[in-house]
């Protein structure tokens, strides 16, 4: 049991120089998962494949034709990514009688040929349809930090976040369309980066909502995601410079971001901005009514990301499809009925308008930082019964992290320090539309002072 927990600098370095064989660490990673205490993290895992895929690296490895830094190394795939021979069935038992995926999603392609090593598929929120996690069909995985009580993983990407957590896979896939990945990753202090929507090949994705849905992994620091990053666009190696913090414009946003933050997070994130500083950031404090507006909207017009999910599964919510589906998500998605054809044409417009708003109200190259999310996490079963504290804690997760979607920024979340009872607080850094190497560049630099 001596490699988990590695990241996958770390584990390269033993793979590349045939200390560590990757059919052996195949062998560990599938024995690790099978006999962890916590059952839900995986909903199935992919033995036959993932020893496959190691004996073709491990022939690699020993003949001298290394495909780079990712070969052999293990991955998990949140289960709507299609694999070969497997029904992709999304957190749900109502597309288990779908027939199997006949070919991998582009993406588990694109990362086979750069030798990554497909251990499983991981749990999630239902149909993506959730930043908290509880999944009433797989199990909750319970997230790993926490020392008193089972508290939430974070969603819709929670066994991802808790595969990592826990030191089963050095790097777990998410989706994240409003949230879905920077949600698990502050949750379970790991890093978690949310490429620009488009930067990655969606064929063979279940989606949510496809005007929002983006990918990204989930891991254990900043230079994994940069390594992978560059694999899934098909690249030998990353375009990402290693940055500077000297002179780097930080932009705090105060508009909706803190709105009833938690004392614990408030200070972890100040005593961040503190070390940021000092480290030669120049950081300002900007208000921006859009953010407010755009939840003005919400409450008004609906939900992007409502009205595509309804569209999504209107004949599944309406069918005899909805007794089998967790009852919160059919109860949130049917919201998504109310949403005329005028109110989502109307969203669409704003949208563009917010998305040209933040062009002209920020300088190029300038990051956005700020709280992933206002509170740490709390307990499963506080939310397991009570339908209006899973609702609001469902909202006000989602906050922060969905401004993001709808604006179409990248994301990269970096643990900051702890929260009330002791849990991981995550520090967001942000970056407008494809500027996705800049703000990998900037997480690279900021990555060792914003932990502290």
Known sequence: MGHLGKSVAQ???????????????????????????????????????????????????????????????????????????????????????????????????????????????????????????????????????????????GGSSSGAGVSVAAGLVPVAMGTDTGGSIRIPAAFNGIVGYKGTRG???????????????????????????????????????????????????????????????????????????ERLAKAGARIRRQAFPIFAQLFEMIAERGALVTAEAYALHRERLHGEDAAGMDQRVVSRSLTGQRITAPDYIHILQVRRRMIAEMARSTAPG???????????????????????????????????????????????????GTGDAGMPVGCLLSGLPNTDEHLLSVALAAEETVRG
């Open 366 to 416: 300038e990051i956005l930082v700020s709280p992933t999310l206002p509170h740490v996490a709390p307990t499963i079963e506080s939310l397991l019964t009570d339908d209006a504290a899973f609702f609001a804690a469902n909202g006000k997760t989602l906050r922060n992290t969905q401004i993001g979607n709808f604006l179409d920024w990248c994301g990269v979340s970096i643990p900051c």
């Open 199 to 273: 930067r990655y090949a969606m064929d063979g994705v279940f989606p949510l909502a496809e005007s929002l849905d983006a990918l990204g992994p989930l891991c254990r620091s900043v230079q994994d995601a940069v390594w992978v990053d560059a694999a899934m666009r098909g690249r030998t190696a990353s375009d990402v410079v290693r940055g500077t913090l000297q002179g780097q414009s930080l932009i705090v946003p105060e508009t909706v971001f803190f709105d009833g933050i938690e004392d614990g997070v408030a200070a972890a994130f100040e005593a961040t901005l």
């Open 11 to 153: 584990l390269s370095t033993l793979l590349q120089t045939g200390v560590l064989d990757p059919r052996a660490l195949a062998e560990e990673t599938l024995d690790a998962i099978r006999t962890h205490a916590d059952q839900s993290i995986f909903t199935v895992l992919t033995p036959e494949r993932a020893l496959a895929e190691a004996g073709q690296s491990a022939k690699r490895l020993a003949e001298g034709r290394s495909l780079g830094i990712l070969d052999g190394i293990p991955i998990a795939w949140k289960d709507l990514f299609d694999m070969e021979g497997l029904t992709t069935t999304a957190g749900s038992t109502v597309l288990a009688k779908n027939s199997p995926a006949t070919s991998d999603a582009a993406i588990v392609t694109t990362l086979k040929q750069a030798g990554m090593i497909a251990v499983g598929r991981t749990n999630m929120s239902e149909f993506a349809f959730s930043g908290i996690g509880i999944n009433p069909h797989y199990g909750t995985p319970k997230n790993p930090a926490s020392t008193d009580v089972p508290r939430i993983p």
